[in-house]
């Protein structure tokens, strides 16, 4: 199961019952739309900076960090560095189980980056 666009890629590594891991490279200029679902997800940043929503905060990451979404937060990324290499973990699985609900809000990066 996987996913490619011009400013997203990402595979499903691990997809059992009981944990599902991916992986995501994600450009610059990508649109995140905020969604949320009621599984808590891992993001775990392996390059790159990105600006995080999460839960009504923006942050920015930088990797190597581990970020813990709770179950139905509203969040979404996007990065600031050329790309992000992202880890997405849940607990509870199989990826296909996983309900989205899209907001139709979107996080972008309008930031000036030298990085």
């Known amino acids: 199961m996987n996913y490619n666009s011009d400013y ?11 944990l599902v891991e991916g992986i995501a490279v994600v450009k610059k200029g990508f649109k995140a739309e905020l969604h949320y679902h009621s599984e808590e997800e891992e993001y775990v940043f392996l390059h790159g900076i990105g600006k995080l929503y999460n839960d009504g905060n923006i942050n920015i990451i930088r990797a190597p960090s581990k970020i813990i979404i709770k179950s139905n937060s509203i969040h979404g990324m996007t990065p600031i560095s050329d790309y992000v290499i992202l ?8 990826f296909e189980n996983i309900r989205y609900t899209y907001t139709n809000k979107y996080l972008e990066n309008k930031m000036k980056s030298k990085l």
């Open 87 to 94: 880890l997405f973990r849940f607990r509870k699985g199989k």
């Open 8 to 18: 997203i890629k990402w595979d499903i590594l691990i997809n059992m019952s009981d």
